[in-house]
């Protein structure tokens, strides 16, 4: 297969040529898509970052959120030198879908789930990130 | 005549008592001893229970406790007769001369069990309202084994008679023959019994409940006043003092091997009452079900040990079933490995021993052939002494005469599972408050939380997180990891895989409507987009948050 890491191979510290963002997609200039490649470490494959969120949290909790009612999934942190920070997640995205799955109406379990399922080494992100939002929304209006 | 009645069935309790210790035969005098204390039990349970529900399993008891001593009756009369004639006990390895085989045992498995209805028109139109309702039961029988099904309610709204529950029956021999008797009672507000004669003879159809309790009753009715001791009357065991519900048999039939089958049959019934009988069900006359069997030597291994097969060496063989598994040594049996290689042992393949071309003296070996498809495959096996072939050429032999005598059981391991013992419905996990939901843990040192993503993710944590300053409240740990032990939980509808230090999510307290927020909508999966695009965003004032801030930590999860 095209573009999967070899198990076993620790991160890249530079990034991958192939791993370099697609420009921003046409529909929604707010939105990104990050393609992770998930890291072997014993038996478990690790994205390297944290999420916070889910319908069933608490949203006012969530420092990252614009809108304190927002329940969506948020990264909470990104592990240095991790697979995430490599391909060009960032601390406060919002995460709107994981390979083609919606993360916005989930629960924190469900959520994390559909990131660790054990049969899938590339996860594929739809994000929002709020500096890009407000970029975009500064450049409207300039 | 109720007298006399009474002083025979005490004489006959006696008698079968003393019949039992006479033998000496202590297992079957301990299930008669038990099954006489469960029947007492069942009497003074159906004198003193009240609700109908109660009578009904209460006689159900009664009936099957009765069946089940008549039972064991017949078999002390058939050995004490075999003693008193001067021969042992028939045991199935004594049976003929010593070199005759007999099968292995095997077991039993009935499941699924379905009994179509057929309701007429008239059913619907007679009763104005009324729903008849009847309880029935299955009665299965197979050598001296006797077991029952639940008891079952049933009414013209229903198109089947359902059985859930799953009855085993080991040590069974393929020449077995498992009887079905359905039971019915009919499920009535009233509760009349017309005249002592026939109350007494209603009491003893519902003691014996066989057949042989219509006899009893067709001959006390015709003798009248004689104490029904004809020729044929069988054993009268004690009644129950009050009359209760009345079971009467619906229906029997027989299965043998011919009816076993990996998958669903559908047998025919041989209905035994007619419409003038109180407890009538309209039957279609068949049943359906699943009838398994499992030979002993098709799930235990028939012979093992050290074979030098060619081109292979030294190997481990285990002869199971239809398989003649090869392992590189002992050990890897007993690990559950895959075997090193595997030979096909089914009524096609041919056994021989020695080989073909065999110069004298040669080793003990045995051939084995199967055919697939066009070809003939043989592998030829080397034992160690002339008495291990001897072994294996034994176990050869009455692994292919279990296979002749259990036929379609052996082409397949066909799948039984043990049905767990019969519980009473289970008590409904309690709806708790939100208090019920909170999970206490003593992980509320962020100290402890920053070690714990220390060792997790390696480079230690030297700097807070930035953000960790907006909150005056301990912040929820990161999950444990994957392969940590998993920590009791409370009963729920939702169990996660891995323990969380604060709880489980609380995906049931969508309808726990906070306080000042409106309820949330119903979860759906093709949700549009939110956040981006949003209205101004409405702080919160903390305050406003009240107590739920403490409960609900917000979680975080590494990925």
Known sequence: ?142 | MQDRLHILEDLNMLYIRQMALSLEDTELQRKLDHEIRMREGACKLLAACSQREQALEATKSLLVCSSRILSYMGELQRRKEAQVLGRTARRPSDTGPPDERSPCRGTICISDIRIPLMWKDTEYFKNKGDLHRWAVFLLLQLGGNIQDTEMVLVDRTLTDISFQSSVLFTEAGPDFELRLELYGACVEEEGALAGAPRRLATKLSNSLGRSSGRRVRASLESAGGSGGSSAASPILLPTPAVGGPRYHLLAQTTLTLASVQDGFRTHDLTLTSNEESPAWLPLYGSVCCRLAAQPLCMTQPVMSGTLRVQSWGQVHGILKGTNLFCYRHPGEASAQEDPLFTIAINKETRVRAGERDQPRGAPLTLSISNRYGGDEVTHMLQMESRGALQRWMEALWQLFFDMSQWKQCCDELMKIEVPPPRKPPPVLAKQGSLYHEMAIEPLDDIAAVTDILAKREGPPLDVPPPWLALFTEKLSTSKLPIHAPRSPSPPRACPGPRATPWGRPRTLSLDAVPRGRPPLPPRSSSSSSSGSGSPAPRQRSPPGRGFRAKARPWLQSPV
């Open chain 1, 1 to 142: 297969m095209i573009g999967v890491r070899p198990r076993g191979t620790p991160a890249c510290p530079l990034p991958c040529p192939r791993q370099q963002r697609p420009p921003a997609t046409q529909q929604n200039p707010f939105r990104q898509r990050v393609e992770i490649h998930k890291l072997r470490q014993g038996e478990n494959l690790i994205l390297g970052f944290s999420i916070g969120g889910g319908i069933d949290q608490d949203p006012a909790q969530n420092p990252f959120s614009e809108d304190k009612t927002d329940k969506g999934i948020y990264v909470t942190r990104v592990s240095e030198g991790g697979p995430a920070e490599v391909a060009g997640l960032q601390i406060g995205d919002k995460i709107m879908q994981v390979n083609g799955w919606d993360m916005t109406m989930v629960t924190h379990d469900q959520a994390r789930k559909r990131l660790t399922k054990r049969s899938e080494e590339v996860v594929r992100l739809l994000v929002t990130r709020q500096g890009l939002q407000k970029a975009v929304q500064q450049s409207m209006l300039a």
